[in-house]
C-alpha cells in the first residue's frame, strides 16, 4: 500500500456522462497530481495542486476540472465524456511543491461505452 | 518541453538475466524516478535519483545528471519483474514520463 487512495478502481460509464474521481493523498503529503495513461498519449501530466491551490497545469481538457479540499483530498471530475477518455487515471503525492519524490495511488480505471 | 527517451522498448529475457535500461533526457531536470508498472496497472516507485547511484535488492540505478541519461540495472531477474519500466524527470512541478520499456522474464 502505497499510501495513495484513489477511487473507485474500475468505473464504466456511457458517453456524455459525468464522473468524479476521488484521491487522497498519503500522510503529510501538501501536493497532489493527476495523470492520465492512455494507449496512444502514455502517461501525461494533467494538473497539480498544493495545499488547496492549483500550482501547474499540464494536457487538460476543458471538460476536466479539478479541485483540493481544505482535508488535502482531491476530486477529479469529468464531463461529457467521450470514447477516447478511456483511460487510467492516476493521483499521486508529495511532501511539497517542489519535487522530492512522487508516491502514486493505483489508479481509477475508467472506461467509456 | 523536456524530451524523455527510454530504450530498449521491449526486452525478453530467460530468468537469471540481466539488464540494463536507459533513460536519456533534453534537459537539467530537479529529480528523476524509475518506476515499474505490473500487470495490475499499478505504478510502484522504484528510485528517486537525480544523480548518483543506488542499490535495493536485485535493482539498481545511475543518474549521470551532467550528461542528461540514467541507467536501471536488473540483475538476476525473476518472472515477477515482468511489466513495463518507466523512467520520469521533473522540472517545476510536472513529472515528464518516457514511453517505457516492456519487459518480458520468462521461466
Do not use: M
Not at chain 1, 501525461?44 to 491551490?53: H, K, R, V
Not at chain 2, 496497472?41 to 544523480?51: E, R, V, W
Not at chain 2, 519483474?81 to 518480458?104: E, H, N, P, R, W
Amino acid at each position: 500500500d502505497s499510501g495513495v487512495t484513489q477511487t473507485p478502481k474500475h468505473l464504466i460509464t456511457a458517453t456524455g456522462q459525468r464522473v468524479t474521481l476521488r484521491c487522497s493523498p498519503r500522510s503529510g503529503d501538501l501536493s497532489v497530481y493527476w495523470y492520465q495513461q492512455s494507449l496512444d498519449q502514455g502517461l501525461q501530466f494533467l494538473i497539480q495542486y498544493y495545499n488547496g491551490e492549483e500550482r501547474a497545469k499540464g494536457n487538460i481538457l476543458e471538460r476536466f476540472s479539478a479541485q483540493q479540499f481544505p482535508d488535502l483530498h482531491s476530486e477529479l471530475n469529468l464531463s461529457s465524456l467521450e470514447l477516447g477518455d478511456s483511460a487510467l487515471y492516476f493521483c499521486a503525492s508529495s511532501v511539497g511543491a517542489e519535487i522530492y519524490g512522487y508516491t502514486f495511488g493505483s489508479g481509477t480505471r475508467l472506461t467509456v461505452v | 518541453g523536456i524530451q524523455v527517451e527510454q530504450s530498449p522498448p521491449d526486452l525478453i529475457l530467460q530468468e537469471g538475466a540481466n539488464s540494463t535500461l536507459r533513460c536519456n533526457f533534453s534537459d537539467s531536470v530537479n529529480n528523476l524516478q524509475w518506476f515499474h508498472q505490473n500487470p495490475w496497472g499499478q505504478l510502484i516507485n522504484l528510485f528517486y535519483i537525480p544523480s548518483g547511484t543506488k542499490q535495493n535488492g536485485r535493482l539498481s540505478a545511475t543518474t549521470v545528471a551532467t550528461e542528461r541519461y540514467s541507467l536501471l540495472y536488473i540483475s538476476s531477474s525473476q518472472t515477477t519483474d515482468s511489466g513495463v519500466y518507466f523512467c520520469a524527470v521533473a522540472v517545476y512541478g510536472k513529472l515528464t514520463f518516457g514511453q517505457g520499456t516492456i519487459l518480458t522474464v520468462h521461466p
